[in-house]
């Protein structure tokens, strides 16, 4: 009987009619812990489909399990938009109708801002665009510390300061992925240019990387919990960066415990074996023309390093299993953090919350550089405004590379002016020089007309005869995207204002006493002509709203708050890179590939300059306001700790003009005593506070043991050496008011 029993029982077990329901697998159900799903879904599948994961299967998309349910993972570009789709296997444009997006300020007006809520703000309307259009993993953002401003991809950067970068990449991040997508922070690590980006080694010490190249990227995994990192196309001490073990393994997965996926920028990938073994999860863009190896019009995937010449080393041994477990483990984990995410995520594309966020971080990162009281404007009833420049008109989020966007609309200075001054006053337009005429890009058109038949000489001229007639003149000016400017894949020859820009300023000014200089660019230019202008504006490629957010700021109805990332140097020659061997880099006799000798070291930017006393243009950190502000009663918690103890600084920041306005409180330390070389001050503090006039706050910063340390390459570990420091405190690296001594035993 008991046999009988047991046996049926079992039968109808077996035919699922009865006991337990039959649970789904645990890999398709998003109330299981992540890891429980992904070791799950890993046990069901063959190597076959594991090797799918790691590498493209179309230009922005990599490999999913099918049989499983498993979906493929998609990437996007970049960091200040959604991309428009593309073909399959293209990077043109696919031609859709529902794909224009936001267009988002580029990433050095957003660190412009130094505002960590606008960052968020940022990260979480960006994300939203990407879920709303079914993207897992958002190609940015880009965090390369601005070493030359020769940089063609600086616009894309945080600029010139690993502490600015590193606490302005995390709420970004942590927006972005709050919607279920991954951002994917690039390009790690050392691509500091664009000239020869593939064939170049980056031969950097290991203080300068960890104290001035790697924190940006260690903060967005560490603080911001990056899913996805993105290897540079160059090499650090010779090894791509796409699969370089020390790099990758040693320091990312290893020494930082990044638990996500490092996918190789568009032909990054290089080697077979390197890709198998140093930490690479999923190969990208590979050009696998079989003849020529150039830049092909077409991936073959099966052809890729991580595709069939990885099955030959997985199945003859060259290759280990755990090592594909391990990307299998990370490009599954990436899924399911995204597109089967336990939360649903709907995101919202192109809504007016999103071109409002974008006009709000536009204004907040201009910069106001030099205002002799012609700001904010002021124009007679019934006046005449003049706007002279093309990038009073020029529309600028079409181009520049991989950032390149189709917009729903956007707002350029001409019409954004009209519109600010419609009823009040005329506002005329000349266009002064010919720039760059250019108006579409991997077959997104702005349907801008820039032909011009007029010469030089009679462009001026006719800039010059409107300027006699104007009440107002502003010259709208700059940069563009096109090729030696802020475009991927070139950098800039020099950072002199192109088409005789310099000129035209000039015999304005002649003409106009006081004249304003608004400067659109994403890199620093040299200014020879600051002491013959009334006011300059330090504006950038604003996005969408870049036009409303510029006039926003002229007019006043934003009072402009932004602080340069960068220095603006007087001349490209003040800066330390001295040599060819610093830059662009050297071929040197039996070495593969182009060398490049960091041997500055830790001292860029503001780093050099204050360090070696030299005068620049504007310093990192400057920018005025409409009103004033007074900085009073700076004190420390202490003035001398134990090694390993904190300390807070505070100061007291009044507005003590007549308009609401922010200032940034910036607090920089100085090691007044080191066994190593150290730069004068390095920035390790800052916070930005909004006051009504006459309104004050205390603002306190805490100075960490690790703000006052530097990297023992030797010892492999951050040291602080017992003696005297100096706590900096001001409103720009050089208007540092109080020195507070501080003594640490
Ligand atoms: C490009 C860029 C990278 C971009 C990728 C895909 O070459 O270097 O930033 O995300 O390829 O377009």
């Not at 010490?205 to 790697?214: A, F, N, P, Q, W």
């Not at 920028?265 to 050009?287: H, K, P, S, V």
Request: aromatic share 10%; proline share 5%; with cysteine.
């Amino acid at each position: 009987m008991r046999t009988s029993a047991i046996s049926c029982l079992f039968l109808l077990l077996a035919a699922g009619c009865c006991g337990p329901k039959n649970s789904e697998p645990a890999y398709l159900d998003p109330s299981r812990p992540l890891e429980e799903r992904v070791e799950d879904a890993l046990a069901r599948m063959t190597m076959e489909e594991k090797v799918a994961l790691t590498h493209a299967q179309s230009k922005f998309s990599s490999g999913g399990v099918p049989r499983l349910g498993i979906p493929e993972l998609w990437h996007t570009d970049g960091p200040h938009g959604i991309r428009p789709e593309v073909l399959w296997d293209e990077w043109e444009q696919a031609g859709w109708t529902n794909d224009s997006c936001t267009a988002y300020p580029c990433l050095e007006n957003l660190a412009a801002t130094w505002d960590r809520d606008l960052s968020l703000l940022y990260g979480k309307s960006i994300g939203e665009e990407a879920r709303y259009r079914k993207k897992n993993v958002l190609l940015g953002p880009g965090v390369n510390m601005g070493r030359t401003p020769l940089n063609g991809r600086t616009f894309e950067y945080m600029g010139e300061d690993p502490y600015l970068a590193s606490k302005m990449v995390v709420p970004y991040v942590k927006g972005v992925q709050s919607n279920g997508v991954a951002a994917c922070v690039k390009h790690f690590a050392v691509n500091n240019q664009e000239v020869r980006r593939t064939k170049t080694s980056s031969n950097v010490d290991d203080r300068t990387m960890y104290e001035i190249y790697l924190p940006a990227f260690k903060a967005a995994v560490q603080e911001g919990g990056a899913w996805a990192i993105m290897g540079s196309y160059n090499l650090w001490n010779n090894q791509f960066n796409c699969h370089n073990e020390r790099l990758l393994k040693d320091i990312l997965k290893g020494e930082w415990g990044f638990d996500g996926i490092v996918v190789s920028d568009w032909g990054g990938c290089r080697d077979d074996d390197e890709a198998a073994a140093n930490g690479l999860d999923i190969e990208m863009g590979t050009w696998v023309d079989p003849e020529t190896e150039v830049d092909g019009a077409s991936n073959l995937y099966n052809l890729y390093h991580l595709a069939n010449p990885y099955l030959e080393r997985l199945r003859d041994g060259r290759a280990s299993q755990e090592e594909l477990d391990d990307k299998a483990r990370r490009v599954l984990r990436t899924i399911f953090r995204t597109s089967m995410s336990a939360e649903p995520h709907y995101g919202s594309f192109a809504s007016p919350e999103h071109f409002a966020a974008g006009r709000k971080i536009a204004a907040n990162g201009i910069v106001l550089l030099k205002n002799d009281g012609a700001l904010p404007l002021q124009v007679p009833e019934g006046g005449r405004i003049l706007l002279v420049g093309e990038n009073a008109y020029k529309m600028m989020t079409v181009g520049g590379g991989s950032s390149s966007l189709k917009t729903k609309h956007e707002s350029i200075p001409l019409d954004a002016f009209r519109e600010a001054f419609e009823g009040k006053a005329e506002v005329c337009w000349e266009r002064g020089y010919v720039g760059d005429t250019t108006t579409d890009y991997n077959r997104v058109v702005t349907g801008q007309d820039l032909s011009e038949s007029r010469s030089q000489e009679q462009l001026l001229a006719d800039a010059i005869a409107a300027a006699r007639q104007a009440d107002r003149v502003i010259f709208i000016g700059g940069l563009n995207k096109s090729k030696n400017q802020d475009k991927e894949g070139c950098d800039r020859l020099d950072i002199t204002l192109p088409y005789g820009q310099n000129e035209i300023i000039e015999a304005l000014a002649a003409v106009v006493p006081d004249l304003i200089v608004v400067n659109i660019s994403g890199s620093p230019v040299a200014m020879p002509w600051a002491s013959k202008v009334n006011a300059i504006v330090q504006s950038w490629y604003g996005g969408s709203e870049s036009g409303h957010a510029l006039a926003d700021v002229l007019t006043g109805a934003v009072n402009p708050s932004g602080k340069l990332p960068f220095t603006v140097p007087m001349a490209l020659s003040d800066g330390p890179l001295k040599t060819e061997r610093q830059y662009p880099g050297i071929k040197e006799e039996g070495k593969t590939w182009w060398q490049e000798y960091y041997d500055e070291g830790v001292f860029i930017g503001y780093r050099w300059y204050s360090t070696q006393g030299i005068p620049v243009q504007y310093p990192f950190g400057f920018g005025l306001s409409y009103t004033t502000f007074e900085l009073s009663d700076a004190k420390l918690s202490a003035t001398a700790v134990k090694s390993g103890k904190e300390v807070t600084a505070s100061v007291t920041v009044k507005n003590t003009g007549s308009v609401a306005g922010a200032e940034v409180v910036q607090l920089y330390v100085h090691d007044a005593e080191s066994s190593v070389e150290r730069p004068v001050r390095e920035l390790k503090g800052f916070q930005k506070v909004y006051l009504e006039p006459g309104e004050s706050a205390r603002v306190s910063l805490t100075v960490k043991p690790e703000d006052l340390s530097f990297f023992d390459a030797d010892a492999h570990s951050w040291v602080l050496e017992p003696g005297d420091f100096d706590i900096l405190i001001g409103t720009s690296s050089e208007a540092l008011p109080f020195d507070l001594p501080l003594t640490v035993r």
